[in-house]
């Protein structure tokens, strides 16, 4: 078992700035897939970013590539999302996701991610 807590998010205008942080706890959390996404009402979650448990191979979605970044802090099970240039469609709940490593590891398929946390809301104005 893992638990996700995120923190973090909050009302920015667009083009600003938010980092978004994941605190893991459980059974070794550095051992797994760590993941955001998000979503939106009437909308399927989707995919922004994940990184390997080491930390040295990270994932984005094309919306999220060259705008935000992806890191994690093993020593302290955190990982964070910065995201910079916002936009009025970056506006979602943002959810913190860790998938267990098994012999084939899809990303960006939520259905594939073993936990999640509860959510954090971020709005973009414009």
């Known amino acids: 078992q893992v638990q996700l807590v995120e923190s973090g998010g909050g009302l920015v205008q667009a083009g600003g700035s938010l980092s978004l942080s994941c605190a893991a706890s459980?059974?070794?959390?550095?051992?797994?897939?760590m993941g955001w996404f998000r979503q939106v009402p009437g909308k399927e979650r989707e995919f922004v970013s994940a990184?390997?448990?080491?930390?040295?191979?990270?994932y984005y979605a094309d919306s999220a590539e060259g705008r935000f970044t992806i890191s994690r802090d093993n020593a302290r099970s955190t990982v964070l999302l910065q995201m910079n240039s916002l936009k009025p469609e970056d506006t979602a709940v943002y959810y913190c996701?860790?998938?267990?490593?098994?012999?084939?590891?899809?990303?960006?398929?939520?259905?594939?991610?073993?936990?999640w946390g509860r959510g954090t809301q971020v709005t973009v104005s414009s």
């Open positions: 996701a860790a998938q267990a490593q098994k012999s084939t590891v899809t990303i960006d398929n939520g259905s594939e991610w073993d936990y």
């Open positions: 459980g059974r070794a959390p550095s051992t797994y897939f």
């Open positions: 990184v390997t448990p080491s930390g040295s191979r990270t």
